[in-house]
């Protein structure tokens, strides 16, 4: 091995070490911190979820104190709407309406 291959082999070393001593702090960093993302207070609850076909979905999630009306597919495709939290009362099964009617 010649001197220029055992420095481009120190320098990759080096990056790969600094690359995985970078990975493994910021995932102390976000144990430390107890959420996944490491954002203090980020938190979700799921209100109600529904399926509307075999492939759509309906839920309501509350985010920061924010509730949101999310649809999504199952092949990813997601849309959500924020919505006024006076106003959202999630509904009892007697005030859902049957299938088939409207």
Known sequence: MSLED???????????????GVWWWAK?????????????GSSFKVLQ???VDQRTGVCLVEAEEKIFLLAYTVGGG?????????????ATPA????PGKR
């Open 6 to 20: 055992i420095v481009r082999w120190t320098l990759l070393v080096l990056l790969f070490g600094g690359l995985v």
């Open 28 to 40: 102390r960093k976000a144990a430390v911190l107890g959420t996944p993302t490491g954002a203090p």
């Open 78 to 90: 997601v849309s959500w709407q924020p919505l006024d939290k006076a106003t959202t009362k999630p």
């Open 95 to 98: 005030s859902l309406p049957e």
């Open 49 to 51: 979820k529904r399926w």
